[in-house]
T-cell receptor, first 111, second 114 residues
């Protein structure tokens, strides 16, 4: 059974600081997804990582994938309050692209 | 824009009722999924479908069934609603985008069973 673990589960950080969210998974996959969810809302796609060594950046967020270590990271640079949300990673498997999600990291950026 | 539309944002149902949650996508995707989301547990897969009339159980199918009579519509059925099925339900449609596949989510249905 595929397990996807995120840490930390909760992260409180000050504006302007940097931090990294980690996503470990237990079986081979070459598809890793990051999503953002605001309270009461659905999931918004942030990144799709499809190969070992893939790195993608959008604004203050950068995601990377190491398939050999079965690890993805979401790095936050100079955090701002608008980044406060819950972030999920998900691992894709099978021909139907079934997604298995981590438990999420709730990020709170304080002024 | 890809659109995945769930029929209701909020539902309140009584214990023992049969409940239908509807999901429609307009991108001709073959793969559709139902998840439930609970605090501290993330999203857990209930059922998915990779073609019309085809379905497979996810990780937590007990107490649920699904129907996919048309490609664009995927329905989740709670045969006899119970209070432990109070949750946020999210439908997703997965299709090809440049460089791979991507999942698009509906707005969610918050179901309360009383």
């Amino acid at each position: 059974e595929l397990k996807v673990e995120q840490n930390p589960l909760f992260l409180s950080m000050q504006e302007g600081k940097n931090y990294t969210i980690y996503c470990n998974y237990s079986t081979t996959s070459d598809r890793l997804y990051w999503y953002r969810q605001d309270p009461g809302k659905s999931l918004e796609s942030l990144f799709v990582l499809l190969s070992n060594g893939a790195v993608k950046q959008e604004g203050r967020l950068m995601a990377s994938l190491d398939t050999k270590a079965r690890l993805s990271t979401l790095h936050i640079t100079a955090a701002v309050h608008d980044l406060s949300a819950t972030y999920f990673c998900a691992v894709g498997t099978g021909t139907a692209s079934k997604l298995t999600f981590g438990t999420g990291t709730r990020l709170q950026v304080t002024l | 824009d890809v659109k995945v539309t769930q029929s209701s944002r909020y539902l309140v149902k009584r214990t023992g009722e049969k409940v239908f949650l509807e999901c429609v996508q307009d991108m001709d995707h073959e793969n559709m999924f139902w998840y439930r989301q609970d605090p501290g547990l993330g999203l857990r897969l209930i059922y998915f479908s990779y073609d019309v009339k085809m379905k497979e159980k996810g990780d937590i199918p007990e107490g649920y069934s699904v129907s996919r009579e048309k490609k664009e519509r995927f329905s989740l059925i709670l045969e006899s609603a119970s209070t432990n099925q109070t949750s946020m339900y999210l439908c997703a449609s997965i299709g090809l985008v440049a460089g791979g596949t991507e999942a698009f989510f509906g707005q969610g249905t918050r179901l309360t069973v009383v």
